[in-house]
């Protein structure tokens, strides 16, 4: 049954960033007492004890005995150094590390490693406390985008990065890195409010305003007993800066006597070099988002545990234009007939009208879990946890009309994607025949997922209703995969240990089905055939400890990547004609090694990792013939070779030149080649040989610096640097500094951490305080303020 999308055109007003610094101030003047609370005032709030900086928990991997080269990020750091709206944040300054997040509330934020790029989210694992949090539905920036706002970055306890396809409990996705998120679970009754607002400061082309987010966060938790719960919420509202510019080909007819004259548009130049007139703004996205988790846990025995977790996410979205055009002072969209004159020369209406739309987008997503597992260290352990994704809703309604008319209704389309979703189970073993410190320590396990996708898309007389019309186009279909892993740590020497694994695999694709309405207006159905596949990929490790600090460790991994049910698929539009998927796709075969020499100590860490990767049939999107068309269209392919060797660089330091001062940062290089691929087909005569791999950029930085003078105050100022990249195989987008184009960044973020008492903390921050102005494809955000007001009891 489908669910009413949301009715009417208007946004709701741009109020977020007021109301959240009223009830901030609010806040602080219902508590008198709160910059009085300090040791020389009688009755003050107990003084907090100072905590060491260096995290010296084990990570997720050295718990496992997992041979992945791991970086690591805790809730004290979050708090204290990173302005974090969302879960996504918490890892931007974790190593090779790239998040694709264009705003506040950005629900399409993809993971790039330091071998896979923005636009390659299944070439990535997520994780949250075991739920599988990528959308292995597609592999894009888009709705393949990891499903992070079902974990509110207060819920967080830890971050833990693995670097690649070393571990056989994980599939061949794990290639980039598997990422996994630890949540909190109270030992007492606790709980948590937080309230957040930030503004940033936008100005590009004929753009120029501030963009207000607000948000509330709440958790509230006990233990009695055996039982413990958690109960988390959040509700966020935000307003976007311009995500898209409109944009036309500078013409080179004159324009003629009558013709009426616009005026704003911004000469430019594109990503290939040509000219073009920006027109005005697309995509200024106003999003109010909320989502609940709770958090059940049952303790049978002190190792015996069972968890249910569910969560709730919403998301209500409004993308509104702005147009630079003024005609006789009035702003102009275009329309559908016509010529008009800019600057002297002749343009269509209907093109530029065509480059104004409205989007509004509903989404209601459920995320359930449940666990069932020991803990106790001897001689064996087990686990079984089993989770779903559902979209329950998932709408998306465009306007087809021209703007400003289309704010009242109008034609249009609507994508719905209610029905979409993926279940996944995982049972896992521990053996230790000779305890934790004896000469084998074998895991094992069995996997199964299933991935549904649902897209079909309708026209409609009115965009604005809930009244779906003939059907335009639709995708479905389903991936299933079922996995044997086995694994074994081998303490050789006291100095000498190596691992063993393997994973065997068996993949299908079925269900297939497109449709899609031709040139002649006529819909054609397709069912497209099942593939099924088995393979085994073979891992190994060995590590040296010579001696107490250093470590020599080499990893070689082989992995499949099976290709998403959206890589499978999706349809590919050539003007109004819709071509068919491509079910044939061949799954990516990666071979990787790493020698990774590290030293860790109370308090530093440094590592320097050489690796290389070999991707053969690597699938990336790229123009091809396809039969019945006389010129190339773009479509996923599988691209023979691709080759990437690089280096890292991570170090971290306590208490530099004077206590208190942490430094800590990141260098990467990475030569990223296509070496092969007898797919590509270009119209201008280039080639993608020896070029580029597409996202993938050479150098990559971070730099932190925390200065911790005493138990209340800490002081963060922190960089990120990327070289620029390129989005085409044939690395044809000569001009990275345009719309559309990928640049180099270099951005400077700050933040002023005050713990005012043991219950109240405060903070404030800047993110890109330099005010950088760059393009990933988009704009991306300027200078943004934070200030943050948390009470904890």
Known sequence: MRITPMRGAAAPARHGSAQCALLFLSMLGAWPGLALADDDNPGSPQTLQTVEVTTKAPDYAQ??????????????????????????????????????????GDTQAPLATRTTGINASARSLIYADGVLLSTLINNNNQNGSPQWFMVAPQLIDRVDVMYGPYAAQYPGNSYGAVLRVATRMPDRFMGEVDVLGATQDFSLYGTGSGFPSCQYSALLGDRSGKFSWLLSARHLESTSQPLTFGTVSQSSTAATAGMPIVNGAWA??????????????????????????????????PDVRAAYTVGYWQNRSWATPQSYFTVNGTPYYGATSGNVNIGGYSYNASTIAGQFAGNNVQQDHLMQSLELGTHSHGVFDWQAIVSNMRYLTDLSNLSTGVYPAVQSGGPGRITDMGGTGWTTLDLKGTWRPWGESGAHIVSFGAHQDQFTLSSPTYSTSNWLSDGEGAIYGNSLGKTQTRALWLQDVWRLTPAWTAALGARQEWWQAYGGYNYAIGSNGVGVPVNQPSMNMASLSPKASLSWNIDDDWTLTGSLGRALRFPTVGELYQTVQTGSTYLQA?????????SSGELALARDTESSHLRLSLFSEYVSDALISQTTLVPGYATPVSTTQNVGLTRQLGAELTLRQ?????????LSGSLTYVDARILSDGGFVSTTGTTAVGKRVPYVPTWRATLAATYRPDDKWSYTVAGRFASRMYSTVDNSDVNAAAYTGFQSFLVFDARVHYQVDRHWSMAVGV???????????????????????????
């Open 767 to 793: 993110d890109n305080l330099g005010n950088s102005k760059y393009f990933l494809y988009h704009p991306f955000p300027q200078r943004t303020y934070y200030a943050e007001l948390k009470y904890v009891f």
């Open 654 to 662: 306590d208490h530099v030149l004077l206590q208190g001062l942490s």
């Open 582 to 590: 491509n079910p044939y796709l061949r799954p990516e075969r990666v």
């Open 268 to 301: 430019a130049t594109s990503r290939t070099g040509t000219p073009m007139q920006v027109i005005g703004a697309g995509n200024i996205t106003h999003t109010i988002q909320d989502n609940a988790t709770l958090k059940l846990a049952y303790d049978f025995t």
């Open 63 to 104: 718990q496992n005995l997992l041979p992945q080269t791991t970086e690591s990020v805790d809730a004290r750091q979050i708090d204290e150094t990173i302005n974090a709206t969302s879960a996504e944040d918490t890892v931007k300054y974790l190593p090779s590390l790239l998040v694709r997040k264009r705003y506040i």
